[in-house]
């Protein structure tokens, strides 16, 4: 059987034809043309003053936090519900991750559990917009400025966006994006940083490239930094994706619309759809299972694996991973933030690749449905065959 995909790229002749021709022009005097090409258009999409194309998200958020000045005895506040490299530069850089409930709307982070977090050590926020939907930003920046606490927007999974009609991304003094291979747009590794800060910019560039100012011909580095580049082939590749944006989005809300016309009907899941002011470009369709006592996520997952169907478990509160057992905050967090263990344990992302149909969809529906009520699988997917 053909299974049906998470998610991935949609991938036409334009992107390949883009490939090729850096492949064979993306050399001496033209080595960068690409990508200051795919900085320049990324930046004017976004309505920003800079764009820093890098090689992943996790590489944009480590730059942001370094060109902070963010190092040990900083605190980072980040949500519980999150994939762990909005945390993991955090611990890069020595500073400590303080964990902060999220909401149950949205499953994005709480303003009034960020404010609860903020001690005289935070120095930095990290808002994620977790599937493409979007925090509340107004009261987050609020909260923010009130304290001068820096704020970067985790926008890896929001791509296209937007809230009360600006763009993900956007909300932060720096906003980041991943180009992973399951990401809306892809360059099948890459990142960006967006900003208007020109002393910022300026820091982050000089960082990304070994600690030399961009340009410097003398090879005496001012400092030990980093090597956080983008190829030419991957800008080239992300270019043709962003001249094609709209009808990327476009997908991924009309695959939501899809399931969200089909699971209508079933009560026992809650579909995380928009809340007012925000359009999400849906990168991963998620339910809540709400009829308790309803199966744990892993089940649900593994029974919907066995038709087929390539389901994901909502991600696990960062403070519950064996990676930050012995974080300072992680065992605080784990008796404060009761909304993140709930949805996360209930919480299961389903098929939303790009390339999906809408028969796909309605047998993933089907299924989900089938499962829950407590059919055996196997049972379901001879049915399903015949
Ligand atoms: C994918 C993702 C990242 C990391 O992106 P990479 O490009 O793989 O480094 C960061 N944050 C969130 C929320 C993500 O989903």
């Known amino acids: 059987m053909k299974r049906i995909p998470l998610a991935g790229p949609w991938i036409t002749e334009r992107e390949v034809a883009a490939v090729a021709e850096a492949a064979a022009s993306a050399w001496y005097a033209d080595a960068h043309a690409h990508e200051e090409r795919f900085e320049r258009a990324f930046a004017a999409y976004h309505g920003a003053r800079f764009a820093v194309a890098l ?8 730059l942001a936090l370094a060109a902070l000045g963010i190092g040990p005895g900083d605190e980072v506040v980040v ?12 611990a890069y850089l020595g500073a400590t991750p303080v964990f902060a409930d999220v909401e149950e709307e949205t499953l994005c982070l709480s303003p009034d559990s960020f404010a609860g977090c903020i001690t005289p050590r935070t120095r930095a926020v990290i808002p994620v917009d977790l599937y493409g939907a979007i925090p509340e930003m107004d009261r987050i920046r609020a909260v923010a400025a009130a304290g001068g606490i820096a704020v970067i927007e985790d926008a890896a999974e929001a791509i296209g966006s937007e809230y009360r009609g600006g763009k993900a ?3 932060g003094d720096i906003g980041a994006f991943s180009f992973h291979g399951s990401k809306t747009l892809t360059t099948g590794e890459g990142g960006m940083a967006i900003l208007d800060d020109e002393a910022l910019h300026r820091r982050i560039l000089v960082l990304r490239d070994h600690g030399r100012a961009p340009g410097d011909t003398s090879y005496r580095n001012a400092e030990v930094g980093f090597k956080y580049r983008m190829s030419a082939l991957q800008a080239a590749l992300g270019l043709a994706q962003l001249g094609r944006i709209d009808e990327l989005v476009a997908r991924k809300r009309r695959i939501h619309d899809w399931y969200r016309r089909r699971l209508t009907g079933l009560p026992s899941v809650r579909l995380i759809g928009e809340r007012d002011g925000v359009r999400s470009s ?4 998620t339910v809540i299972v709400e009829e308790a006592p309803g199966p744990a996520k892993d089940d649900l997952v593994a029974a919907l694996g066995e038709c087929g169907v390539d389901a994901r478990p909502v991600f696990h509160p960062l403070s519950s991973l064996p990676a930050f057992r012995d974080s300072p905050d992680a065992e605080r967090a784990r008796r404060a933030n009761p909304v993140a263990a709930r949805v996360s344990a209930r919480g299961v992302n389903l098929p939303s690749a790009p390339v999906l149909t809408e028969k796909e969809v309605a047998y993933v529906c089907d299924r989900l449905e089938a499962v829950l009520g407590g059919a055996p699988p196997s049972r379901q997917a001879a049915s399903a065959a015949s």
């Open 55 to 62: 090689p992943s998200c996790t590489s944009a958020i480590h």
């Open 79 to 90: 949500p519980e519900i999150t994939w762990i490299a909005t945390a993991a530069p955090v």
């Open 169 to 171: 991304g956007r909300f």
């Open 282 to 285: 849906h990168w991963l369709v």
